[in-house]
């Protein structure tokens, strides 16, 4: 298992034959900027030494990622539909053809129950957090908010305190009756439990609990609970333990942000110029140019934007 995105680029070469149809990666691109310390929302950090807000593309470290991004297409350790959008990266694997997929965790969790019903072979497992040239690696952690639930400024004390109430008992942590009852519905109505210990849905908890329109939707919640499969559920655990000592901060946790429009339409621009260079439609020099674009465009009014919104968190 390669330790180090050096190590990693050696096993790509080492199982890449473009010729009889093997390539290391397929989709690469939603989280490899983590590797070489990328991160941030939206690409912006709040840089410390410089009492600033700067953007990923201003670092070094973004043009080493592009490097490495280019890298991979030029020696074709990357399928060469990629830029199509169109693959099914995690059949590729399962038929041999590609080494790494880029996919959430669930996606283990599946393979592993395919091997065990003999519908394929072998297995899969995530990389450790990896970085380039000796650095910590880092990794970039989930915003977990799915949607904002706001309260009107005229409610009174009263109200507010009763919605707040509401609010706390839908946040019951696993293990509890409440969240039983928010999750599969009532015992013996809704589901029954399973002889492994968990609850299966009953005909009416299915059209009802999981139908698709329910007037339940809970965001924003910090635990993560996986059952089944004891050998999974073990394997996740220690994963999911491996990593936390690399978890990145998010300097707005906890806050609801979004950029102005012309900074998303700048962001937009930028991230197609980000895969003309990756995939060979232009060419790595073209990167100073790609930033003065950006911050030409949106990138400054998104600087100022974020330097706000950080100051009014953290009080800089």
Known sequence: MPTTVEELLEAARAWSDDANGKWAFAQLDWFIGQWFGLGGTDGWNWDADEKKMVNNIERPEFTEMMEFRRTLWDEKLIHPDVPTGTLDAAALQEAGQILFTQDNLVRWNDYNIKVKKGEVEGAVAPLPPLAAKGRTPTVAMAAGIGGWTFLNKSLSKEQVEEILDIVNWCAAPYGTTEYQLLQYGVEGEHFTIGDDGTPVFTTLGSEVVQGPVHYK???????????????????????????????????????????????????????????DIAFGRAELSSIPDMVETYLNNGGETARQYYTDAYKAVHGE
């Not at 635990?223 to 978890?247: C, H, K, N, W």
């Open 217 to 275: 939707a809970l965001g924003s919640q910090v635990e993560t609970f996986l059952t089944g499969d004891p050998d999974m559920v073990a394997a996740r655990f220690e994963y999911d333990a491996s990593i936390q000592d690399y978890a990145m901060e998010n300097a707005f946790e906890g806050v609801r942000v979004e950029a102005p429009a012309e900074a998303k339409a700048a962001g937009q621009t930028l991230w197609d110029q980000q895969q």
